[in-house]
């Protein structure tokens, strides 16, 4: 029995897909692929699946210039979204679909707790990723006291005692704060990855102009929100969570010489996840870890679990290997380091 594909998805439907798939994340949402679209470029080729059991499917996909991807680098998780939530059967479904498009690359990051879903694809060339994602099963008082660690326990009591004040915001008044802090951050990991500055200034700006997240908490309201904590009126550390059915910590930046010595980030987290617990998310997604062990162990204090997942690649010429000769050429150039520590 054949499966019935429209494009784009009506956003109608898209909407009930997302509300009926308990793993559906704010990233996979209509509204975020709009400001996508309206930001970066792109149009939109989201497609939706009416299986002959009579499920749907919904893919987020943004194309531009011959490939498409769901999502872009930069723009978080993307993957199908599913009624009941999503199947082997299901991903079979996109993959062969996908295989059969025109464009010359197409990329799939899915939500990293589907991961077991994909196996390996054949004709599909995968890129190995790893994320964090903290279960919030019970409520916050069940995290705080099973899960958070005892040294995360005391980085926070130890916040609460520092005189920090906290503000969340969902209009995006804050964001040029975070953007401040943002932009300090970038100096650190530049030289703690051996990058030149301009570099890392330009790729940052190009990844997350100031425009971009003006644009999506404008679009998203109180979807999204910006936590910022103070130290007598000096911001010390901001993070960006996207909350719906999940919550998904996706940006943070710090002032170093604020932040570490008050724990800033432990008491920002601290009250996100209880903020996402009170609004009845499932989960607490604290995004790529990638190869860096200290970030890995920051999220793993508030009890993130780890889960090994792919970035997925279906294409007509060899654009992703050739796009890794030319990243790690660059990177032996300046001597660039992976973060490890």
């Not at 010595?261 to 432990?266: D, E, G, L, V, W």
């Not at 607490?284 to 190869?291: C, L, N, Q, R, V």
């Amino acid at each position: 029995m054949s499966v019935r594909v429209t494009t784009p998805a009506d956003r109608e439907v898209w909407q009930e897909v997302l509300a009926a798939d308990p793993l559906g994340l704010v990233t996979q949402s209509p509204a975020w692929l709009d400001c996508l679209c309206e930001t970066a470029g792109y149009t939109d080729a989201s497609r939706l699946y009416e299986l002959p059991d009579g499920r749907r499917l919904v893919l987020p996909l943004a194309r531009r210039a011959g490939t498409q991807a769901s999502l872009p680098n930069g723009w978080g998780f993307g993957g199908p979204l599913a009624e009941g939530g999503l199947t082997h059967a299901d991903a079979a479904v996109v993959l062969d679909d996908l295989a059969g498009s025109r464009q010359l690359r197409t990329s799939l990051r899915p939500n990293p707790l589907t991961a077991h879903l994909w196996g390996s694809a054949r004709g599909v060339a995968a890129k190995p990723r790893l994320a964090h994602v903290l279960d919030l099963d019970g409520g916050f008082e069940r995290v705080w006291q099973e899960r958070f660690t005892d040294n995360a326990k005391r980085a926070v009591r130890k916040a609460e005692r520092s005189g920090l004040s906290v503000e969340c915001d969902t209009t995006g008044r804050l964001v040029p704060v975070y953007y401040r802090l943002f932009e300090r951050s970038v100096e650190r990991w530049a030289g703690a990855l051996h990058e030149p500055l301009w570099l890392a200034r330009m790729r940052a700006r190009r990844r997350d102009p100031e425009r971009k997240l003006q644009a999506l908490t404008g679009d998203l309201g109180v979807s999204a929100r910006v936590w910022v904590a103070s130290v007598d009126g000096r911001p010390a550390a901001a993070i960006l969570v996207l909350q719906g059915a999940n919550a998904h910590y996706t940006r943070g930046a710090m002032d170093r010489e604020l932040a570490a010595p008050t724990r800033a980030n432990y008491l920002l987290h601290r009250l996100a996840i209880e903020d996402a617990c009170e609004s009845g998310c499932r989960a607490y997604h604290m995004g790529e870890s990638g190869t860096s062990g200290g970030l890995a162990r920051f999220k793993e204090a508030f009890g993130a679990e780890p889960f090994a997942y792919a970035e997925y690649y279906l294409e007509r010429l060899p654009i992703t290997a050739a796009d890794r000769h030319v990243r790690a050429a660059v990177k032996r150039a300046i001597g660039f380091r992976e973060a490890t520590g």
